[in-house]
């Protein structure tokens, strides 16, 4: 079987596919990835080049609302998934840390101020984001607004951990066998001291 995605293997997604895999009795050593671009795996499903595609905002819609569409939609993230993460290399993890610190001040002020509740109703914020995902206001619109959480707690790293046991499933994608300890993995440091200065 063969899924289409932007990011192939290594994806956040993956977590999702698998865990709706398993309900069918199989899981992703089972899986071949196609990496390809978002729209051309809309093409890919469209033609049935591919057994399965992660469709992004807001292509997932289009398909979902097509009747003559031949892909049904089956499943994506859950509300309450976390799906990002603020990631740094070893210059601000260990040298700068302080500005890293001053980054993730500035994240939070912006999500505060800006990108909070229904942020799609302020037209000077919409279009903003438009411009910088490079898409109208309107297809924005059609799409929920993100939430955003400045204290992600255990969520984050059972995330972490569930995403290190899929990948560990496939293999060329980790370089170690086990997973690595949360304190390996996640510093709530920069946070903690971002949000409390």
């Given amino acids: 079987m063969t899924i289409a995605s932007q990011v192939g293997d290594g994806a956040a997604v993956s977590a999702v596919i698998n865990r709706e895999l398993q309900k069918a009795g199989l899981d992703l050593s089972r899986i071949k990835f196609q990496q390809m671009a978002t729209a051309d795996v809309y093409t890919a499903l469209a033609s049935g080049a591919v057994d399965a595609g992660w469709l992004a905002d807001p292509l997932w819609l289009d398909a979902a609302a097509s009747p003559a569409f031949p892909a049904t939609f089956a499943f994506g993230f859950d ?17 700068h840390r302080a500005v890293g610190e001053a980054f993730l001040r500035a994240y939070y002020t912006t999500v505060r ?28 619109r059609r799409l929920p607004p993100l939430q955003f959480s400045a204290l992600l707690n255990g969520r984050f790293t059972q995330s972490f951990q569930e995403l290190q046991r899929v990948y560990g499933i496939k293999d060329g994608i980790l370089q170690y066998d086990q997973p690595l300890p949360d304190s390996r993995l996640l510093d709530m440091g920069f946070s903690d001291n971002a949000l409390h200065r």
């Fill in 113 to 140: 101020e800006h990108v909070n509740g229904n942020y799609h109703d302020n037209p000077e914020i919409l279009g903003i984001l438009a411009d910088a995902a490079e898409v109208s206001p309107e297809e924005l």
């Fill in 79 to 95: 509300p309450e998934e976390i799906q990002g993460a603020v990631v740094y290399g070893p210059t601000l993890l260990r040298e």
